[in-house]
């Protein structure tokens, strides 16, 4: 664990004791802060038990508790853990997932800080668990949070693998929305939602039909007016995948491709994947500058980042320019951001780490490579044109 003070760039660093599993990309980790300062962690997991600790002070990496249940219901499945921070009113919030890949739920429990205790939502809010005539799970992007507080999900559904080759089916872009932390939810329109949302229940804001590419667990943003803006990777019409760019201008949803990539490549097999393009991350600014960052075939496999819209207007029909962040390729790294950061001062911190990920999670070695914290302040077109 590391922690960076901003104003002197002090660096302190602590290791948890513990047996992890590193060789499953899977196992993602989530850190969360509640209203006093003390940091929460889930870790390790693929529908596994949870494991999950809290900090014993505030704004302190260095003193653990042990590891602990947080409510002791929807426990023993979990994958995916991600943490929602505290906002207008509303304690620290943990999404993930209940179950399996392609049979699962996505439930939310919160945080009192007073009884030191969490509590589940009563129901989940997105479920393809008991779907006939087969199952499914829902992946969410990045969620996101509006200037008001309201929660902004999207997500594609997953059912099992299709025929011999075991291709990835991922369908049809969602979305879904709630003024109040995951009691209530509603579509882009307005219309309420019936909990658990279903994949026959879902507003499809953009259709996806099997062995589209489409991947999943990408990231949305919202811009000034809270709307939403999705990146995402699929199919082209020639069956080339191909980075695009999905928005909500208010009364629509609007796409537009922003690579023009000459090779395919096909989602199948188990395990992680070994892909020639990273999923992309996506920033706007304060002045709706709309950014995708990437790791690709067509950059070297170096980090780069592309200007997507300015001011609500997607640039003309002219290739995009996709400007590199670090002279080195990253191997199959994918972007990883400081939201917060990002949030509070508009400064971009990216870590940067080459990763050789093996496909299929079936080799590895123990090679370590260094870790860097690069931050960069991207100029407005404002400031630009002055």
Not at 51 to 66: A, E, G, H, Q
Not at 188 to 205: F, H, M, R, V
Not at 312 to 327: H, K, M, R, T, Y
Not at 350 to 355: F, I, K, P, T
């Amino acid at each position: 664990m590391v922690q960076r003070n901003l104003d002197t760039n002090h660096i302190v660093t602590h290791d948890i004791a513990g047996d992890y599993n590193i060789r499953d990309a899977h196992n993602s980790i989530s850190m969360g802060m509640d209203r006093q300062g003390c940091l929460h962690m889930c870790y390790d997991h693929h529908c596994t038990q949870l494991r999950y600790r809290r900090s014993i002070k505030p704004y302190d990496i260095l003193d653990w508790t042990d590891e602990l249940l947080m409510s002791g219901t929807h426990e023993e499945k979990v994958t995916y853990p991600t943490f929602i921070l505290p906002r207008s009113g509303h304690p620290l919030t943990l999404l993930y997932r209940d179950g399996h890949h392609n049979r699962g739920s996505a439930r939310l429990k919160t945080y009192d800080e007073d009884a030191q205790s969490w509590k589940d939502h009563p129901t989940p809010i997105l479920s393809g668990a008991d779907q006939r005539p087969w199952t499914s799970n829902a992946y969410w992007n990045h969620p996101a949070v509006a200037a008001d507080g309201s929660l902004h999900l999207s997500f594609v559904w997953r059912t099992d693998v299709i025929g011999e080759h075991k291709l990835v089916n991922n369908i049809n872009m969602s979305y879904a929305w709630s003024p109040d932390n995951g009691l209530h939810w509603f579509t882009a329109q307005g219309q309420p939602y019936k909990l658990p949302i279903t994949p026959t229940t879902a507003e499809t804001i953009w259709p996806s039909p099997v062995g589209n590419n489409l991947i999943n667990q990408t990231s949305m943003a919202l811009d000034s007016r809270g709307r939403p803006h999705i990146v995402f990777y699929a199919n082209d019409s020639q069956g080339i995948p191909q980075y695009q760019h999905l928005w909500f201008n208010g009364t629509q949803w609007k796409q537009k491709f922003f690579s023009s990539r000459k090779n395919p490549f096909v989602l199948k097999g188990g395990g992680t994947l070994q892909i020639p393009i990273s999923r992309p991350d996506i920033l706007i600014d304060r002045h709706d500058q709309v950014y995708a960052i990437v790791r690709a075939d067509f950059t070297d496999q170096k980090l780069a980042i592309v200007l997507l819209q300015t001011n609500g207007n997607s640039p003309d029909d002219a290739p995009n320019e996709f400007i590199s962040l670090w002279p080195s390729p990253v191997g199959y790294t994918e972007p990883v951001i400081d939201r917060l950061r990002w949030q509070r001062d508009n400064i971009l911190s990216l870590l940067v780490q080459e990763a050789q990920q093996p496909d299929g999670d079936l080799t590895h070695t123990d090679t370590q490579t260094p870790v860097w914290l690069l931050d960069i302040e991207l100029q407005s077109a404002e400031k630009a044109a002055s």
